[in-house]
């Protein structure tokens, strides 16, 4: 389920645009909570590496001494500003990129003081280094989480839409990050989740029976407080992973005020359904005798949580296991393989995929 909205970019177009136009347009990008714009320095640190210097600075957290006082020189019987110190970097002549997050929740001076620093990179009497590059984020206005902009500063910028990532965008990333089996099992049967309140209509009645979308994303007028969200997802898989430790009771409860309770409890009936799955080790010792779980829930975890252990040397065992379950199920273990970025590059050499691929008229 693809819920991008032509109007929208998408994670990598939004730090596409920065990377190429931002050392002469200033973007901020607007959405809604937890969509991912905040890691888009990430994204964008990971694709430029040390050609620049990163600068992370939380807008609403700051006041005038985060950005520069004025102090007396004595000498000349003048005031002049003093930058901090956050704003030169480790290398005050190496590019920066700067991304303001959350630029229009800061207070109504420091939101002024960012004008200058979006339009002509600077920060007092000091000018960013060429090349340098500033962006900002910020939730929509109809988000109602307090973003305010003023007529002058919207001249300043570029104002793009980021929309939530489809279903396949955050699975790729979520292998790829090690997203807990369990939680990718349950995305999986849930795509309704990455859908925006934005794009769906609210229908009380749905609300008043416990039913719907809207009892699991973020909605202004309904669910604001624990929801789904990319964000919130991640932070629900840091804590499954610890269940045994933890105990499934208490991790549900933590999960509540993570996700929200109907998320929290519909996860919780997939961690059940743990206790059906063999272990890692054991389809490598024993690919051809290790237990097929059951149901189709079970083996969408089994299909996830192998992805953890994957390596050059037992892919052939995880291959010779998966081909014996239903052939939807291979196929999708196969794709989800040849994608992932940490173990692509010995998968599509393994002899029992290329064959597999021939044999359903795949191209890889």
């Known amino acids: 389920m693809d819920n991008k909205s032509a109007l929208t970019v998408d994670h990598n177009e939004a730090a596409a645009l920065i990377r190429i136009n931002g050392s002469k347009v200033s973007y901020v990008i607007e959405g809604e909570p937890g969509v991912g714009k905040s890691s888009i320095l990430k994204t964008l640190q990971a694709q430029l590496g040390d050609e620049y210097e990163y600068i992370y600075i939380d807008v609403p957290l700051k006041d005038i001494p985060d950005i520069a006082l004025s102090m007396p020189n004595h000498d000349t019987k003048t005031t002049m500003p003093y930058v901090n110190s956050i704003w030169y970097g480790k290398d005050k002549l190496k590019p920066k990129i700067v991304m303001l997050d959350e630029v229009f929740k800061g207070s109504e001076y420091v939101k002024l003081m960012m004008n200058r620093l979006l339009l002509e990179h600077m920060v007092g009497d000091y000018a960013l280094p060429e090349g340098s590059i500033v962006f900002g984020t910020?939730?929509?206005a109809s988000d109602g989480v307090g973003d305010k902009s003023n007529g002058h500063t919207n001249s300043r910028v570029v104002?793009?839409?980021i929309g939530k990532p489809s279903q396949a965008q955050w699975t790729q990333w979520a292998v790829d990050n090690k997203v807990d089996g369990l939680v990718l099992a349950w995305v999986a049967q849930n795509p309704a989740v990455f859908g925006s309140y934005k794009d769906t209509a609210f229908d009380p009645r749905l609300h008043k029976d416990g039913q719907g979308i809207f009892h699991y994303i973020y909605h202004p007028q309904h669910n604001n407080v624990s929801y789904v969200c990319p964000r919130t997802l991640e932070m629900a898989s840091h804590q499954v992973k610890n269940i045994g430790e933890l105990g499934d009771a208490l991790i549900t409860?933590?999960?509540?005020?993570?996700?929200g309770s109907k998320a929290a409890l519909d996860m919780s009936a997939l961690i059940a359904l743990g206790s059906d799955l063999p272990h890692p080790n054991d389809i490598i010792k024993?690919?051809?005798k290790a237990r097929i779980p059951k149901s189709a829930p079970a083996q969408l975890m089994m299909l996830y949580k192998s992805m953890q252990y994957l390596d050059a040397e037992n892919l052939d065992s995880f291959v010779t296991y998966f081909k014996r379950?239903?052939?939807?199920m291979t196929s999708t273990w196969i794709k989800t393989v040849v994608a992932s970025q940490a173990v692509m590059e010995f998968a599509i050499k393994n002899k029992q995929i290329t064959a597999f691929a021939i044999e359903n008229s795949w191209v890889i």
């Open 325 to 328: 379950m239903p052939l939807e």
């Open 253 to 259: 409860k933590a999960l509540v005020g993570t996700i």
């Open 286 to 288: 024993a690919p051809t």
């Open 159 to 161: 104002r793009v839409r």
């Open 138 to 140: 910020t939730n929509n």
